[in-house]
């Protein structure tokens, strides 16, 4: 039983207090102002993502039973938080925080208090209200995670240049472009650049920018990598296609900022992965690993379809954190470094047998070159008893047959020669050489 109990303890220092004394009103047209509040009825938060009901909200928090206490806004997507309480006292944002995030003593403030944030991408707002010490816990183990996730991505994508470098290979450079937009995406759902005082909209671009080069390195690995053998052409125009809309989509976001145009280059993004590693799979000639990698590619695309396209509707199955996030992306990067590790062994295989190939086949040019030097040496020499001792046509090719240590009978067949008009052209070659045989003969030239 003490176990139950020290579970529910845990979970409830890991999540903060309660949301129920906290209601909510969205400002259509944000005209609402702190002494209007008054008199407008708050619904209660039943769901803590209304998605693409995207906007300005007002957030009342009826009380808080902490004498001092911090409330924390957990949402990378967050703009123009403000908080006042029911005199339109305002109170000022903590520095140096993850989230936006307001300390409160509530001997210095009058209930209600009035949370204000916009939302422009999607209306996500988990408000937890958490003790001082629960704050400070939940920091360091957010910013131990952190440290342990980008470390392991720091010395991964270390690995990938130092074998980019030793191999030559540009299969490493992908994977050091997959290993950088999946850190973009994490280090924005951490919410991180928030913590260097970064803007949310600078922010949400380059989690934006994140999905995208997700989405472009999947179509950079189906032209440069995956081996297509069939509709190759109809493929790759696809993917094209998909690349393009993902592309416009960015721009159109990074200049009208608006929820929609977010979405599309998501679900591009998200789309270009799935073809892909459809493809793969069924283009993939280790079938040893097929079921391994049939896993990790049903969880990845869960993941991604959940928390890029899901999550940003409000109809999230899994609401995974970045704490989860950050987890999967840690079973993507083992799985990237097995690859690696896999790839350099199989360049490297192919390195040495490709080496041993280049040797061999230098020696086969050393063995032609010598015959060619030895050989061009046996011409002049031909050459040179040509003119010193005036020989016929018959007999200089009797002579080089001699000198490659060719036997009668396969130098009679050669020149169309009978074994006895052979003799004769060799006995009167022999004569005007001034030898007697054809060891002789074949002395001239050694």
Request: aromatic share 14%; net charge neutral; charged share 15%.
């Amino acid at each position: 039983m003490r176990y139950v109990y020290f579970l529910i303890c845990f979970l409830s220092t890991f999540i903060g207090n309660s949301q129920e004394p906290i209601s909510y009103y969205k400002d259509v047209g944000d005209t609402i102002h702190v002494s209007d509040l008054k008199d407008i009825t708050f619904s209660k938060i039943d769901d803590t993502n209304l998605g693409a009901d995207n906007g300005t909200y007002w957030f009342k928090i009826e009380h808080n039973n902490l004498s001092r206490s911090i409330i924390e806004l957990q949402s990378p997507h967050a703009d123009q938080v403000s908080l006042h309480d029911s005199t339109n006292k305002e109170i000022f944002l903590m520095g140096d925080t993850r989230y936006p995030s307001f300390f409160i003593t509530n001997k210095t403030v009058t209930y209600p208090l009035y949370l204000k944030a916009n939302f422009s991408l999607e209306a996500n707002f988990p408000i937890h209200i958490f003790s001082e010490k629960e704050f400070s816990t939940n920091q360091n183990k957010g910013l131990l995670g952190i440290g342990f996730f980008y470390g392991t991505a720091l010395a991964l994508l270390l690995a990938t240049l130092i074998f980019l470098i030793i191999t030559k290979n540009r299969q490493f450079l992908f994977y050091g472009i997959l290993i950088t937009a999946i850190c973009i995406t994490v280090v924005t759902r951490d919410n991180i650049l928030y913590f260097f005082n970064a803007k949310p909209r600078i922010i949400s671009n380059i989690e934006l920018f994140g999905h995208f080069l997700v989405g472009l390195s999947a179509t950079g690995y189906v032209f440069r990598y995956l081996k297509i053998k069939k509709n190759k052409q109809l493929i790759q125009s696809i993917f094209i296609i998909i690349s393009s809309i993902s592309a416009f989509s960015l721009c159109l976001y990074l200049i009208l900022n608006t929820h929609w145009s977010f979405l599309l280059a998501d679900f591009t993004a998200v789309l270009s992965v799935l073809l892909l590693w459809c493809f793969t799979l069924y283009y993939t000639r280790n079938i040893n690993f097929l079921l391994i990698m049939s896993i990790i590619y049903i969880i990845d695309i869960t993941v991604m379809i959940d928390a890029f396209l899901l999550h940003g509707l409000g109809i999230s199955i899994f609401n995974l954190s970045s704490f989860h996030l950050s987890l999967i992306s840690l079973l993507n990067f083992t799985f990237i470094a097995l690859s690696l590790i896999f790839s350099f062994r199989r360049i490297q295989g192919k390195t040495v047998i490709m080496k041993h190939q280049i040797k061999m086949h230098l020696e086969r040019l050393s063995q032609l070159d010598n015959y060619k030097n030895i050989q061009d040496s046996n011409d002049q020499y031909i050459e040179s008893l040509i003119g010193q001792f005036q020989l016929e046509n018959i007999e200089v090719k009797v002579l080089d047959s001699i000198s490659r240590g060719l036997t009668n009978e396969r130098i009679a067949s050669k020149h169309n020669l009978s074994i006895e008009r052979l003799k004769i052209v060799t006995s009167s070659l022999y004569g005007k050489l001034g030898i007697e045989s054809d060891q002789e003969a074949t002395g001239l030239f050694t």
